[in-house]
């Protein structure tokens, strides 16, 4: 089941610095997990934003859920979902 | 230069149904032309609806213009263009 | 796979009266066949809107987008697709 | 009466944990009793979010609204209510 | 069971005038019995446009439904329904 | 002359609860002085919102920002202000 | 009483060029009669736009609704009206 | 060289209260010195809200620039700047 | 005087082919006439889009409101004007 | 590559004042050794806000990223890039 997730980090100004390092250190080795199973299929960052453009592979919503709401930096971003299937046309087959 | 580009498509109802699909088979023609070249790197359907998110790799903004302006279909699109670029937290070498 | 779907509905003035009975005549056909299997959860009328809110459980996306678009009133409809899970603290059953 | 209430939760980055947790224990008891007496018909995640799609049938507007105003978690939620009714082609009993 | 409805009503420019006068004719002679039936509580002008601002009071979500959808300029307003009740400080017994 | 005011009321989640307490109590005090001057003639809430529709009678514009903007909840308050006439269908009296 | 009101002009491409230079026209004259009764206090053309920002000094809103509605070319307009009053701190009796 | 500039002013509620009344009576003294000298043609309040509209008419962007970021309460404004410029019909010679 | 100007041009697509090239070749001549003048100073393609975001350089609002208004390709566009001004830290001549 | 930033910044009320103007001095001595070096080629305020509009000329995405995410003043800021390219019919040499 495919979905992109677009991912909006705002992090408050006045937030702990050496806490946010650990967070982002968190979230790299989750995402780097996420990525090697195949789960985070694609990540790509928006130019002059803290922000970037995802793909994801899994089996269910309630498998995106959980991966989502349990990522370090969670409760400082806002996602939008937006639900994709494979399109007919394309060639490669890890368009899947 | 990697971009996202959402793509809206709108024929409206009167339109020509015969016409449509011709436009429809040279736009799919002129897709797998692109990304067999490597210049149109992934595409998805969006559920739901007559729209794609896709995924560009081209070495200028003029030759990502050219390319959309030329589409078949371009004069029943809306797009909205996006730049990217690589996450560096990425472990996949074609998330360039 | 949990959706839901808010579709909304805009019959041009001039449009064919006759052809637009005749559609809503098989919508209402396509849209039983795909209650009885289970498939288009359910139904509700928006108040005052020729609009709908709707759950489906399918079994992918693709089945979703496959459903959607071959509905008989699909060219007059505009869609809002939100994915959803079950609700862990939900005691029924069919919130599933 | 149907309505579908669309709430989302924002708890502050600083809110006291402890108390965080209190509230979504009594949220919890406190929907589930809604559940069983059949005011809360329905209720399923957003994914991705901390948001849930919930159907009402209650007795009146003050009804619907003396519940939702005095959840645990009312101060904390976003509320967009939409007032629906029977579908007409509905197969389903309760979708009343 | 209280509502707010705000109208919008667009005629198209080339829309046959007489036709036109006897939709509105009919419109007012509906309007005004459902006002003396109590259903249609409300009515204002909003200034400097074809629109109006009403209340309603009905026995469910359904009748206004009904009410609303059967209305002679229905298919030329854009409505947006707005769930009321009672205001407990409220002295008027006739903001029921 | 006739205007709707559409209020609606956020107050900080960490404000003073007694303070709060007495300006809702004088909110009330000041609100039935103007409904009882005919000033304030309906209010309705707005189901699951702390937040109100308001339908005003006064002499100028003057008059009403005045009222408007020395209510004790003013501070805690967003105003959308709409100025309404009598429609000329209606057989009420008192829609004015 | 005083309102400034927006108006946004848009005639359809395919409108009779002459029958649009006579309602302009018929506009204009409209336009100069209520500037000279002092109803119509200011005019200022939007740069770019067919568009004007303007403001009204009329009885009540009713009179206002009547001299908005029946303008030459009030069916081609979008009309956004707010309502103003007098600033304490003007020095200049004409701001009233 | 004349504009429209919409000024919402938003005071946070801890702000301290004496500090406010300083930069309000500031800011009553700049505005009428630019009253005084023609810069700040026009001045209304928006009904119900802590805003104005204003009417310039300045030698240049730049003059506008730093008479507006100059204010006392610019901090605390919200500010959209409209262009504008003479209506050919107005009849008024201070509509310039 | 410096302002931005954002244009959308919108050609419906039924408009008549060699009209259109005629109105983009005068559109063209006139654009590089005010660009030699020194009005236009720049144009940039804005990708994926017909449109573009230029830069203006005239003497008054008024000349501004001419120039656009008399495009030949200005019935079919919508513009977004934004009032600029010199950048106090810039090191170039020409961004006047 | 070309492209169009505008930013917005907000320094938060109560922020430090002089560290605030050390960073403002940061961002200028930053601005004008990119200006020199070519990548920010333009820059212009915009009227009534601390904002500006800028058009960077660089190679890459990547770059475009890390010239803007390093920027002094960036966790003051809200960026929006628009990509650009070269105007076809532009006669100037540095609208490139």
């Given at each position: 089941m495919l979905?992109?997730?677009q991912m909006n980090v705002r992090i408050p100004l006045d937030f702990d610095k050496q806490e946010a390092e650990r967070l982002k250190t968190h979230?790299?080795?989750r995402f780097q997990e996420l990525q090697r199973a195949g789960k985070w299929r694609h990540i790509w960052r928006v130019v002059g934003r803290y922000a970037n453009v995802s793909i994801f592979d899994v089996e269910?919503?309630?498998e995106l859920h959980d991966i989502l709401t349990s990522l370090p930096l969670y409760p400082f971003m806002?996602?939008?979902v937006t639900p994709l299937c494979r399109h007919p046309s394309s060639l490669h087959e890890d368009d899947r």
């Amino acid at each position: 089941m495919l979905a992109m997730v677009q991912m909006n980090v705002r992090i408050p100004l006045d937030f702990d610095k050496q806490e946010a390092e650990r967070l982002k250190t968190h979230e790299k080795q989750r995402f780097q997990e996420l990525q090697r199973a195949g789960k985070w299929r694609h990540i790509w960052r928006v130019v002059g934003r803290y922000a970037n453009v995802s793909i994801f592979d899994v089996e269910s919503n309630s498998e995106l859920h959980d991966i989502l709401t349990s990522l370090p930096l969670y409760p400082f971003m806002e996602m939008e979902v937006t639900p994709l299937c494979r399109h007919p046309s394309s060639l490669h087959e890890d368009d899947r």
